[in-house]
């Protein structure tokens, strides 16, 4: 793949002007607590639809789980 980043490890393919919400979107994450970093910075939530996703970039989408 040219054009690509990785999603939690996984090399996905990358498009021009693809941002958080899109892979949220396209790989279902359903879970409301969510921690995002790119490039090991935190991103925050407020910034999901306005922030691009670099090519070549590493993308780290986790899930918070609470419980006890």
């Known amino acids: ?3 690509a980043f990785y999603l939690n490890n996984r090399l996905e393919e ?3 002007g693809m941002t958080i919400k899109d892979i949220i979107v396209s790989k279902n994450f359903i879970f409301k607590m969510l ?3 790119i490039d090991n910075k ?3 939530k407020a910034d999901y639809a306005t ?3 670099p090519d070549k970039s590493s993308v ?3 899930h ?3 419980g006890g």
């Open 1 to 3: 793949m040219n054009n």
């Open 14 to 16: 990358w498009r021009e």
């Open 35 to 37: 921690v995002v970093k």
């Open 42 to 44: 935190l991103i925050k």
């Open 51 to 53: 922030t691009i996703i």
């Open 60 to 62: 780290q989408i986790l």
């Open 64 to 66: 918070l789980m609470s």
